[in-house]
Structure formats: structure tokens, C-alpha cells
């Protein structure tokens, strides 16, 4: 079999390009995502064993424990697991993603997200903010109770609010944002006040209780990531499509569970390609430093997969500082690079700062292995004990072995 790779790959970045991502509705995990149950937690990455999870991951899943109620304490929550009372499956399974440990339970909201272009559906999580969040690994009873808070209140209202805006295209939102300096993975602060200058005129009508509207409007202004979440779950919608499409070499899924990173590819149907993880380098928030970091982890990398994050570090040079790259003239570098091993760029991602070039688009294996150069992702840093939480915001490459399994097993298919 010898595929005609580039009309393949044109195929899947015309269906990248042409997806068009919009904010439907608010679901719990358990109504939407297939055989999900009480006993069941997905997670971010390829999958993962319980034994081989690093720390952070590990104190999100006994948090994750204690919030559905399934165990007391920390102690019982470690019980259930070695016992086998837990089930840990990975969130691209069930079509969804999560950042960092990537979190997804029975009780948790998720936003659901439809590709109207092609009809599918992607789901994620609401953004906790920064700093002691389940999603690097805090599991104490402040991270319960704002869990709840997200389930029982902000969820409903979000909901609600739904009703009076309508559909929220994302896409549209994602090209504004650019505009305005965001990168979309580490930086997301025009994004998040777009979305909430659209939906906060009507929370306001939906939520009857002042303390109640205080807090839920409150939430969503003081987290300069809440948007991250949705540009996952837009990023999901525009990829599935990309799945299956004989002979291409483009990525539909990047991610990482701290222990592995993981790679999809179209012409390769469901199975990953998996490679040790690698430590980001970046700012540490004080008392903090390398040592105390976790290797690279999450859903997140969708973003990168879709052509921002690291990608688009060009159009947002106050992320800069923030992740610790050198200069402006570095991130423009990054985004340089980024076109060396895509398959052509975005023609509603624009990047103003680079004469209004499209987002590059389409991570192509082949040219990854050629050229040697790889993915750059702008990501968040936990620390390394469960428990804890953030430490800190960085850059990090994807591992080039992931991309060399993926070009040997495309040529043993493919006979090339």
C-alpha cells in the first residue's frame, strides 16, 4: 500500500481549518461520557497503572475520591485502589480531556462542546484557577468544597446562561483572543474576559441571589485561565474528525500522564505512541525550584495539536515572562519553527505580530523526525509530591521518540 500522503494530509488540514467549535450546553460526566460510574476516574495521557502514576496524579485520584464520597480520608481513598475498587481510564477514551492530571468523575460539569461541521462532540471540565487545585495534584477540603461549588452552583448557572446566549462559537472567540496577545495554553486573559463579557450579562439574570451571583461572577473574572478548559474541549471537536483518515501522518492527540507523553496519528487509527516525559524548564513561584517540579502532564497539549499554545507563542508576547523564554524575538522563533514541521497554517488564527500569518497547523511526524525539530508546548509545572499543587510555569518539547515509533509503525502499515 502506498498512500498518496500529501492529498492525505491535505484532507486533514482542510478538516482541521474547516471545524468550527461551539459551546452547546452543560452536562455532568455521568450523563454523557460511555460507561462512566461511580467507581470510575478518567485521567489525562495515555493510560496509566496506579503503580506507575507519578505523585501529583496520585493525590488528585484521592481527591477525586473524597469528592464523590467513595472514602473518608486519604488513607481509605488509598485502600479502595490497591484493593481494585477504582477503574482509572484514560479522558480521549471517552472523548474528553482534562489539564494537568486531568481529573474527570461521576458528579463532575462538563462542558459540552459540538463540531458543527461535522457533528461530534468533545467534553471537559470547568478551570478551578491557579495555584492548590486538584488539577496539580491538591486534594485538601478547599479543593473538595470548590469542587462542589463548581458541581452545585456554577454549573446550574452556566447552564442557565446558556439559554439566553445561545451557542458560543469558540472558534471566534480563539481567533479574537489571539488578536489580543493570547497564546490560549499558559496565557488565556482576553480569552476568559471575552467568554465572560458574553455570559456574564446573563448570569446576572439567571442567578436570583446577590451573594450567589457575587461569588459565581467573581469565579470566573479572578481566573485569568478559566477559558483554558474550553479551548480544550474546542480543540478535542476539531481533531476527532482528523482520526482515520488513510495514509496521513498528522497528530491528532498530544498528551501526557507525568509519567509518559503520548502521540496520535491519523492514518493510524486509536493507538498511542508513548515516550518518558520531559521536564519542563521555566519560572518557579518563590520557595520553589527543579527539584521539587513534576515532569510534564496533561490533556492540555490539544491546544499545541491544534496549532496554539507553543505555536502561537509569537502572538502573545506577554506570556513571555510568564514561561520563562528568553526574549520576544524567542517566542517569534518557537512559531518560526512550529511551520518547519506543520502541515500549513490557520486561515482564521491569525497571528498579528507575525504580519498576520495562520496559527501553524497540522503537526506532520514525518517532518518532526526529518527535521529534528519538535513540538514546543507551553505548559504549568506541579510539584512533584501529591498534595500540593502548582509551582510554577514553563516551556517543554515533546519527545522526539514518540514521533520515530509513530514514522516505523506508519511504514509497517503502509508497506513504505
Excluded at 282 to 289: A, C, E, K, N, W
Excluded at 389 to 413: D, M, T, W
Amino acid at each position: 500500500m502506498n498512500p498518496n500522503i500529501q492529498a492525505a494530509n491535505e484532507e486533514a488540514l482542510k478538516r482541521i481549518n474547516e471545524g468550527m467549535p461551539v459551546l452547546v450546553d452543560i452536562k455532568f460526566a455521568h450523563e454523557v461520557l460511555p460507561g462512566m460510574r461511580k467507581n470510575i476516574i478518567g485521567h489525562s495521557g495515555p493510560p496509566i497503572d496506579w503503580e506507575d502514576m507519578c505523585g501529583p496524579m496520585k493525590g488528585a485520584i484521592v481527591g477525586v475520591i473524597k469528592y464523590e464520597g467513595l472514602a473518608e480520608n486519604d488513607e481509605e481513598a488509598v485502600k479502595l485502589v490497591e484493593e481494585g475498587g477504582v477503574e482509572f481510564v484514560s479522558n480521549h477514551s471517552m472523548g474528553a480531556v482534562g489539564p494537568m492530571t486531568g481529573m474527570i468523575s461521576y458528579s463532575m460539569p462538563l462542558y459540552e462542546v459540538k463540531n458543527e461541521t461535522f457533528g461530534n462532540y468533545a467534553y471537559s471540565t470547568f478551570n478551578e484557577g491557579l495555584g492548590k487545585v486538584m488539577r496539580f495534584g491538591a486534594n485538601n477540603e478547599e479543593v473538595l468544597e470548590r469542587l462542589r461549588f463548581m458541581e452545585t452552583s456554577l454549573a446550574p448557572a452556566l447552564k442557565k446562561a446558556l439559554t439566553h446566549t445561545g451557542p458560543l462559537n469558540i472558534r471566534v472567540l480563539m481567533s479574537e483572543a489571539l488578536a489580543m496577545g493570547d497564546e490560549m495554553h499558559q496565557r488565556n486573559i482576553a480569552a476568559s474576559l471575552l467568554f465572560g463579557k458574553t455570559v456574564l450579562p446573563a448570569i446576572s439574570r439567571v442567578v436570583e441571589d446577590v451573594e450567589e451571583r457575587f461569588r459565581i461572577t467573581s469565579f470566573i473574572t479572578d481566573n485569568k485561565q478559566f477559558f483554558l478548559n474550553l479551548c480544550m474541549a474546542a480543540g478535542k471537536a476539531m481533531m476527532d474528525p482528523v482520526k482515520n483518515i488513510e495514509g496521513s501522518t498528522v497528530v491528532t492527540a498530544m498528551s501526557r500522564n507525568g509519567t509518559n507523553f503520548g502521540i496520535k496519528v491519523s492514518g493510524l487509527g486509536d493507538e498511542w505512541f508513548e515516550a518518558p516525559v520531559n521536564m519542563p524548564k521555566g519560572l518557579y513561584f518563590p520557595g520553589y525550584s527543579e527539584s521539587d517540579a513534576n515532569p510534564d502532564m496533561g490533556d492540555s497539549t490539544i491546544v499545541e495539536t491544534i496549532g496554539l499554545g507553543g505555536f502561537t507563542m509569537g502572538a502573545a508576547p506577554a506570556v513571555v515572562r510568564f514561561v520563562g523564554a528568553a526574549s520576544v524575538e524567542a517566542a517569534l522563533n518557537y512559531s518560526r519553527d512550529m511551520m518547519e514541521i506543520t502541515v500549513g497554517q490557520s486561515p482564521s488564527l491569525l497571528m498579528p505580530t507575525m504580519n498576520f500569518e495562520g496559527a501553524p497547523t497540522g503537526i506532520d511526524i514525518r517532518k518532526v523526525v526529518e527535521t529534528g525539530i519538535l513540538p514546543v508546548i507551553n505548559t504549568g509545572m506541579a510539584h512533584k509530591e501529591p498534595g500540593i499543587g502548582q509551582i510554577g510555569a514553563g516551556i517543554v518539547e515533546a519527545p522526539l521518540e514518540c514521533f520515530i515509533k509513530a514514522v516505523l509503525r506508519y511504514s509497517e502499515v503502509y508497506n513504505i
